[in-house]
């Protein structure tokens, strides 16, 4: 099972065509007041590009055969047309309000009813030529939950990437520890930002199945066009 945009883009639409409702409203009326997310909005103008002057400056390094290209410098983005994204991702908010998100999403406020911290495996079991399952659902690999959301080991949440910036956001709905991570360059691409995440939430000492150590490997061994250590000290 994978997480694509793409899933997140016809929802919208079906939701919006569903509803007669636009995203922005729907966001508003549905998510943002009912979580009590003040400083999130939608953009209701996809022809407006530009950057807000308080964010930190989207970088991307260009690319050839799908590889960043690290001789040359990272390019500034002045602008960024959210409409590439629009339902799956084109909403502008806080580190203060995706708390505020998980909070919500994890007590199934938005799941009418449903248990939201419901997971299925999200690697599919091998099987026969007639399709039967041979062996065991994997249940303590990634698993994927209510509206897309995964769970990697106790937490719940998803990273991501766009031209110019990735981030993850994570959260464990038992302790209420909380990760959230942004950075503005994306060739990294978002298991750079799952990664960070992970590493900070393993320096709180929680209980994790993994070690700040090995996802700092993972951010070494992921990191784009950076000088290793030991080169940059000769």
Same mark, same amino acid.
């Given at each position: ?114 248990? =939201?911290? @419901?997971?299925?495996? &999200?690697?599919?079991? $091998? +099987?026969?030529?007639?399709?039967? *399952?041979?062996? %065991? ?73 993994? =070690?700040? @150590?090995?996802?700092? &490997?993972?951010?070494? $061994? +992921?990191?784009?066009?950076?000088? *290793?250590?030991? %080169?940059?000290?000769?």
């Amino acid at each position: 099972m994978n997480l694509s945009d793409t899933n997140a883009l016809v929802l919208d639409r079906s939701i919006r065509l569903h509803t007669h409702l636009k995203t922005a409203n729907l966001l508003q009326l549905r998510v943002f007041t009912p979580a009590g997310m003040t400083s999130s909005s939608y953009p209701s103008d996809f022809d407006d590009t530009e950057i807000p002057q308080s964010s930190l400056t989207p970088l991307t390094y260009p690319s050839s055969g799908g590889a960043p290209v690290c001789e040359a410098e990272a390019g500034t983005l002045s602008g960024l047309s959210t409409s590439m994204i629009q339902g799956a991702g084109a909403s502008l908010t806080t580190v203060t309000d995706l708390k505020k998100f998980y909070d919500a999403y994890l007590s199934g406020d938005f799941g009418g009813g449903q248990d =939201t911290t @419901e997971v299925r495996p &999200a690697k599919n079991p $091998e +099987r026969d030529e007639q399709g039967n *399952p041979t062996s %065991e659902p994997d249940t303590e690999g990634r698993q994927i939950g209510f509206g897309g959301i995964e769970k990697i080991g106790p937490l719940f949440g998803r990273s991501g990437s766009v031209t110019g910036t990735i981030s993850a956001a994570y959260s464990d709905p038992e302790t209420g520890l909380t990760v959230i991570v942004a950075l503005n360059n994306s060739s990294a691409g978002s298991g750079f930002a799952q990664a960070l995440a992970f590493q900070l939430a393993a320096l709180t000492g929680a209980e994790l199945p993994w =070690t700040a @150590e090995e996802q700092g &490997a993972l951010l070494t $061994e +992921r990191a784009v066009c950076q000088t *290793p250590p030991e %080169e940059a000290a000769e």
